[in-house]
């Protein structure tokens, strides 16, 4: 059986979410199902895990673009069935189309990512419903989105979870500041963390990930209002080498999105033995388990009072204990059997 997988997105230049589960799955499946055949396709050339093959197709460049291309349509032909890690899959009368439904912020409020993008997420939620032999949630968050949308969805839903983060070493050695991980936009709810630290006398947060320049300068001048200029750090973008370093030197890490499907962050800070806090209701909640600290994203002072508690000897003692077995429950092995299944029962039917 050989399966075409939509690559494109490891193009972009940014990391983020999507790109960690793309590459994280397609090395799980390289070492634990040897005997699916993966392909591999973008546009042109991009870096993909050993052990999986890649074909540049050629054609437009735009990803969206290129979903629809006939160089696309040419290279899957022969192919059992074709994944869009995305929802924005093509459309066509070929292969049989499986898709991944990261997380719908729409559902939770169209204030999130803003009109525009609410709509064009609902459409390419109703053309899945209508071309997709079945989707792919990474949480009980993500369907439960997916069926207030679309009722009848569960017919073609399959909850698997991402494989976790690759976790070298336990935290140790930490500092009081809060870390987080990611974008800035309204969704990651960064404005409540900056709330929260302005109500903490010596909270320090720092914020570490892609930096949009606008959104970057409207949180500075934020930070500047609230009079904490000197106990807020914008990191940008870090490597590697830098993101271990964070990670070794948190208090804890923030991830009290105001929607999220999964979280990755979660994994990587519980893998170190790292207090997180997360946004309550949200795929973070669900990957964390009763290890992580629930909170409303709209209260800085239960941030607060969540960020304090993250400091007591006896709960830290207890996430170092439960946090790296947190990681554990999502071994990679898991992931590539469950697509595996899911892909086996799409083709046929």
Request: aromatic share 6%.
């Amino acid at each position: 059986m050989k399966i075409g997988f939509d690559v494109s997105e490891l193009a972009a230049e940014s990391p983020g979410g999507v790109r960690t589960a793309i590459t994280l799955l397609l090395e799980a499946l390289a070492r634990y199902e040897p005997d699916l055949h993966v392909v591999a396709l973008a546009p042109r050339e991009v870096a993909v895990p050993r052990g999986v093959r890649f074909v540049a197709t050629g054609g437009p460049t735009k990803p969206r673009r290129w979903r629809d291309s006939s160089e696309l349509r040419e290279a899957v032909a022969p192919l059992s069935l074709f994944h869009s890690p995305l929802l924005a899959h093509p459309e066509w009368d070929g292969p049989p189309i499986t898709a991944t439904v990261h997380e719908l912020p729409f559902v939770v409020s169209h204030r999130l990512e803003g009109f525009a993008a609410a709509v064009r997420q609902e459409r390419w939620l109703a053309r899945a419903m209508a071309h997709c032999r079945a989707l792919v949630v990474p949480s009980e968050v993500t369907r439960r989105q997916v069926c207030a949308v679309h009722p009848g969805a569960d017919r073609i839903l399959h909850v698997i979870p991402h494989p976790a983060p690759h976790v070298d070493e336990m935290q140790h050695d930490h500092e009081s500041y809060l870390l987080y991980l990611g974008r800035l936009d309204r969704r990651k709810a960064v404005d409540s963390l900056l709330e929260a630290c302005a109500r903490m006398e010596d909270g320090k947060l720092v914020l570490a990930g892609p930096h949009d320049p606008e959104r970057k300068r409207k949180l500075e001048e934020r930070v500047a209002q609230l009079g904490i200029e000197d106990r807020v750090q914008f990191a940008g973008q870090v490597d590697d080498s830098m993101r271990q370093y964070l990670y070794r030197r948190a208090g804890a890490v923030a991830l009290v999105s105001r929607s999220e499907g999964f979280g990755f962050p979660v994994l990587e800070a519980l893998g170190r033995g790292v207090p997180v806090l997360v946004g309550r209701g949200t795929g973070a909640e669900e990957t964390g388990g009763d290890v992580v600290l629930p909170v409303d994203p709209d209260d800085p002072d239960g941030i607060v009072e969540a960020w304090t508690r993250t400091r007591e000897t006896e709960y830290r003692a207890r996430v170092r204990t439960h946090g790296p077995a947190r990681l554990l429950q999502f071994g990679p092995e898991r992931t590539a059997h469950a697509y595996a299944k899911m892909w086996r029962d799409a083709a046929a039917g």
